[in-house]
């Protein structure tokens, strides 16, 4: 399996998105992005679920001096997100079919450039070339707020800009400094110098070194209180734009977290553990909270995102493996409940051009099955059984009751709201008396918002029944990292002034 076509298909769709013109440009893209899943799937196919180490790698030097490798490659930690990132692909084409107007090609083609940086972010193992397509996630996305956003979309583009790269800054001297120490760039040379005691840290530069990859990996997340560009970036975002941003950017800090910080600074990891665990409950509550008073439903969504990542910061720095395997599991799950919801709002701004909840009320009387997905896809984000988020939030919790039960007390908290803030969305969107300026004027479903929604109300499903189907892949890298950080040591608890095993 060559992972490069994975980033260079979408890539090449790019460069010639810029040069068609409206209709070809976006048949372009969705030929492209459908291409680009089912080679996920055959990636998925050809994948050994029971091994823990890297698969399909490719590793050529592409700079001699100083020495960069273009090193990629897929394992258990990143095979979902990849398929993630592929999956949504056609559904964001598909979302903004109709929603984009005026310079089309350039926004597939930016869509596209999107997804091969999140891509080549998932599959790089050279710390070089992973901030190279760190970077490069950060360009269209920006630009597709600001050419293409709300009322507010400078704002929201320029904030986001600066808060990300901001953080991008601190991650970029603490590679440089790894390179100096390690003499390389590669991230499997790097990890075995650490690890077998070839290059030493003291404990100052561990933990200088970790703060400076958690501040990048915090602020794209984000967490607490890092999140102040999110409400923005995702009210603003248009129809598609919206849907990679919130299902699969913020992933990159979560999975960024995992793949860097866990194994390269364990002892850093354990010593700071407590106070980040707090951070992300404060996340989960105050996420959750404002959620609840949001008149609108895309900032309301976006809220919950803080929220549903805080628990997936928690399942990380438990530092459990049951933890570790419900935060991976989460990304994906929250990244197809996210994705669906911000779908839906599209559609439902396609309707009534409006993003306001008063706007609306009473459709399960007009468009029953628009009703229906839209109560799928919340009803997994609150968790219930048989659902996607159901898996991943369980699990964390267990994790998170595991290496200390305040933690656990507390983070529950957060599924509780959620129910109360998504219901209440629920009741007044759909429920009641058809409000007077929808009468007549909203459709239920086409084939075409079909064809967005089926494939991920079935994925919703399937993740929350046949959990097996991911977890052993998940878990035998989940194992490896763990066993790589070493963890008997106890880590301080803010929270109850008690003290934790890692495990």
């Known amino acids: ?3 490069n076509l994975l980033i260079a298909i979408p890539a090449l769709g790019f460069l010639a998105a810029l040069f068609l013109p409206k209709s070809a440009a976006r048949l372009l893209a969705l030929v492209t992005t459908i291409a680009t899943f089912v080679l996920s799937l055959g990636l998925v196919a050809s994948y050994d679920m029971a091994k823990a180490g890297l698969q399909f790698a490719s590793d050529v030097v592409w700079i001699p001096n100083p020495e960069i490798h273009w090193h990629v490659a897929v394992d258990g930690l990143s095979l979902w997100l990849i398929v993630l990132s592929a999956f949504l692909g056609p559904v964001a084409v598909l979302t903004s079919w109709k929603a984009i107007a005026d310079r089309a090609p350039q926004f597939y083609a930016f869509l596209l450039l999107l997804e091969a940086g999140l891509i080549g972010v998932f599959v790089a193992q050279d710390l070089f070339v992973y901030y ?3 970077e490069i996630v950060l360009v269209p996305i920006c630009l597709i707020i600001g050419m293409w956003g709300g009322e507010r979309r400078v704002y929201a583009s320029t904030k986001f800009f600066l808060y990300t790269n901001a953080g991008s800054v601190l991650m970029l001297a603490a590679i440089i400094f790894l390179y100096n ?3 390389s760039f590669d991230y499997v040379t790097v990890l075995s110098a650490l690890q077998t005691g070839r290059v030493h840290l003291t404990g100052y530069e561990e933990t200088l070194l970790f703060l400076g990859f958690f501040a990048a990996m915090a602020i794209k997340v984000p967490i ?3 999140h102040t560009w999110l409400p923005d970036a995702y009210a603003e975002a248009p129809a598609g734009g919206s849907v990679l941003l919130a299902a699969v950017m913020g992933k990159m800090g979560t999975y960024g977290l995992v793949r860097f910080c866990l194994p390269m ?3 850093a990891v354990r010593e700071n553990a407590g106070w980040i665990v707090v951070l992300a409950i404060i996340g989960i509550i105050y996420g959750a909270l404002v959620a609840m008073v949001q008149p609108n439903f895309k900032r309301l969504i976006a809220y919950s995102s803080v929220s549903h990542l805080g628990f997936v910061v928690l399942g990380i720095f438990s530092c459990t493996r049951i933890g570790l395997d419900g935060a991976v599991y989460q990304m994906v799950a929250h990244g197809v409940t996210t994705g669906a919801l911000f779908v839906l709002a599209s559609f439902l701004f396609e309707r009534r ?4 909840i008063s706007d609306f009320g009473g459709i399960c009387k007009i468009a029953p099955w628009f009703t229906t997905i839209f109560l799928i896809a919340s009803l997994a984000s609150i968790g219930l059984p048989l659902l996607n988020n159901f898996v991943g939030e369980f699990l964390i919790l267990q994790g998170a009751a595991q290496a200390n039960f305040t933690w656990a007390v507390f983070a529950s908290i957060g599924v509780i709201l959620s129910a109360c803030y998504m219901l209440w969305m629920v009741q007044r969107v759909f429920l009641g008396e058809t409000n ?3 009468a007549g004027r909203f459709p239920d479903l086409n084939m075409r918002e079909w064809a967005c929604l089926v494939p991920l109300a079935v994925l919703m499903v399937w993740m929350g029944v046949y959990t097996q189907t991911f977890l052993p892949a998940i878990g035998a890298s989940n194992s490896q990292i763990l066993e790589k950080m070493n963890v008997p040591l106890r880590v301080s608890n803010p929270v109850s ?4 095993h890692a495990r």
């Open 1 to 3: 399996m060559n992972l």
């Open 497 to 500: 002034g008690g003290s934790v």
């Open 224 to 226: 607490f209180p890092f």
């Open 132 to 134: 190279l397509f760190w």
């Open 436 to 438: 007077d300026g929808l």
């Open 181 to 183: 120490k390690v003499g």
């Open 265 to 267: 600074f364990p002892n």
């Open 353 to 356: 051009a409006s993003h306001n």
